[in-house]
């Protein structure tokens, strides 16, 4: 079991940058991928990054592509997603998710824990 704590969020204007920080605790040692997700009121779940948790490879969301970098500090199990050039359409509750045991996958229900959110609200 690994258990995940978000932090970070807020209140921005567009144009602004911010950055989440997602703690893992637990087995981390069984941790294969770790991933931030986004949800909008009346919205699916959507993929944003994933970052492989042994060797720092990356994967990125079109809308994220050029904004948003994923990083991890592997020793503190700390997962990162520093974002820029915020936008309205950027204001969603943000999760990050870790999967364990095998893959790095961009579809949410491949993951097996989840933290509790933190919003990020843009302003225009």
């Known amino acids: 079991q690994v258990q995940l704590v978000e932090s970070g969020g807020g209140l921005v204007q567009a144009g602004d940058s911010l950055r989440l920080s997602c703690v893992a605790s637990?087995?981390?040692?069984?941790?294969?991928?770790m991933g931030w997700f986004r949800q909008a009121p009346g919205k699916d779940r959507e993929f944003v990054t994933v970052?492989?948790?042994?060797?720092?490879?990356?994967t990125y969301a079109d809308s994220a592509k050029g904004r948003f970098t994923i990083t991890r500090d592997y020793a503190k199990n700390t997962l990162y997603l520093q974002m820029s050039s915020l936008t309205p359409e950027d204001t969603a509750l943000y999760y990050c998710?870790?999967?364990?045991?095998?893959?790095?996958?961009?579809?949410?229900?491949?993951?097996?824990?989840w933290g509790q959110g933190t919003q990020v609200t843009v302003s225009s």
């Open positions: 637990g087995r981390t040692d069984l941790m294969t991928a």
């Open positions: 998710a870790v999967r364990l045991y095998s893959g790095v996958f961009r579809d949410h229900r491949y993951y097996h824990y």
């Open positions: 970052i492989d948790w042994s060797d720092g490879s990356t």
